[in-house]
């Protein structure tokens, strides 16, 4: 298992620029990277552009976000890191669509809690529920929190996962996205990151062979990084500011003390997609085209 890697401009001119969460949401976001690409040319600077996390569900155009992202990887000029909403959907296609995960560099990653796995804890759901019925539970929560327009997206049918068949050059590209990104001012994650679970995730990563306590804290934090919503006590980095996603707020949120700053506005919602200038300490923001969650 490989480290998430630092990602430590090599250039003084390369900009990150840090986009909350777009879930699907595909013309907001065209609309915010011009407005990166004319806010960096004004500077002389060429921007590198680093998604929290939670690219799909939701939103009309998870495909395309993907996709989009996907080249720009290839280019180096865009990283994302992994959401919940990804690892959602990987859970449950997982299950339901195992065929996807035989291809060539589709294995599931051991960072990773399978849906089985997360029943087998006998928490939340789980302990109530069947495995039949938190199968069905599952499927349906995830569907139902944006789900059936990413499938829809895919030109598959959300009630049929004998037609969720994907792309395992996309499918691999989902597999793979890390935990975090960091250069050498800034630490990224989905969500809120606490400083303990930070620090394990950097500090086992690394490692090549885990035992099976090491592996499930380590799945833990992982899990921390993904869904936490609570602000931390102390700086997650001593060294680096953090920027999180995951929790949508009326405006870019700044915790000088934590040294944290929120940046999903709630696109989705009817709101704003929002990006953070590293260099310039300036937020950039479009409006959403509509309330895609109330369909109007």
């Given amino acids: 298992m490989s480290?998430?890697?630092?990602?430590?401009?090599?250039?003084?001119?390369?900009?990150?620029?840090?986009?909350?969460?777009?879930?699907?949401?595909?013309?907001?976001?065209?609309?915010l990277e011009a407005r990166i690409h004319q806010h960096a040319s004004q500077q002389g600077a060429t921007p590198l552009i680093v998604s929290v996390g939670d690219?799909?569900?939701?939103?009309?155009?998870?495909?395309?976000?993907?996709?989009?992202?996907?080249r720009g990887e290839q280019t180096g000029s865009h990283h994302a890191i992994l959401g919940n909403h990804e690892l959602m959907m990987l859970q449950v296609i997982h299950y339901l669509a195992p065929w996807n995960f035989e291809q060539p560099g589709c294995e599931w990653p051991q960072q990773h809690w399978t849906l089985r796995e997360l029943f087998e804890q006998k928490e939340g759901m789980?302990?109530?529920?069947?495995?039949?019925?938190?199968?069905?539970?599952?499927?349906?929560?995830?569907?139902?929190?944006?789900?059936y327009q990413t499938l829809t997206s895919y030109g598959m049918d959300p009630e049929d996962p004998l037609t969720w068949n994907f792309d395992p050059e996309i499918l691999s590209y989902l597999l793979k996205l890390p935990f975090y990104w960091q250069n050498n001012q800034v630490v990224v994650t989905h969500a809120l990151a606490q400083p303990a679970d930070l620090q394990l995730i950097r500090e086992q990563l690394s490692k090549p062979d885990l035992d099976l306590d090491s592996l499930e804290n380590l799945r833990k934090a992982a899990h921390s990084l993904l869904?936490?919503?609570?602000?931390?006590?102390t700086r997650p980095d001593p060294?680096?500011?953090?920027v999180s996603g995951h929790t949508p707020l009326?405006?870019?949120?700044?915790?000088?003390?934590?040294?944290?700053?929120?940046?999903?506005?709630?696109?989705?919602?009817?709101?704003?997609?929002?990006?953070?200038?590293?260099?310039?300490?300036?937020?950039?923001?479009?409006?959403?085209?509509?309330?895609?969650?109330?369909?109007?």
């Avoid at 869904?227 to 006590?233: D, E």
Wanted: proline share 6%; net charge positive; with cysteine.
């Fill in 227 to 233: 869904w936490n919503r609570n602000l931390p006590t």
């Fill in 55 to 70: 690219l799909i569900d939701r939103g009309p155009d998870s495909a395309g976000v993907v996709a989009h992202f996907y």
């Fill in 250 to 296: 009326p405006r870019v949120r700044r915790w000088k003390l934590m040294q944290c700053i929120q940046i999903d506005t709630g696109c989705v919602y009817g709101r704003r997609l929002s990006a953070y200038c590293l260099a310039t300490n300036q937020s950039l923001s479009v409006p959403a085209q509509q309330n895609y969650l109330a369909g109007n």
């Fill in 239 to 242: 060294e680096r500011q953090h």
């Fill in 3 to 31: 480290a998430s890697p630092e990602a430590t401009p090599t250039l003084s001119s390369l900009w990150p620029y840090l986009i909350g969460d777009i879930h699907g949401c595909l013309n907001e976001y065209l609309a």
């Fill in 126 to 147: 789980a302990r109530y529920l069947s495995w039949e019925d938190y199968v069905v539970t599952m499927k349906a929560l995830w569907v139902g929190q944006g789900g």
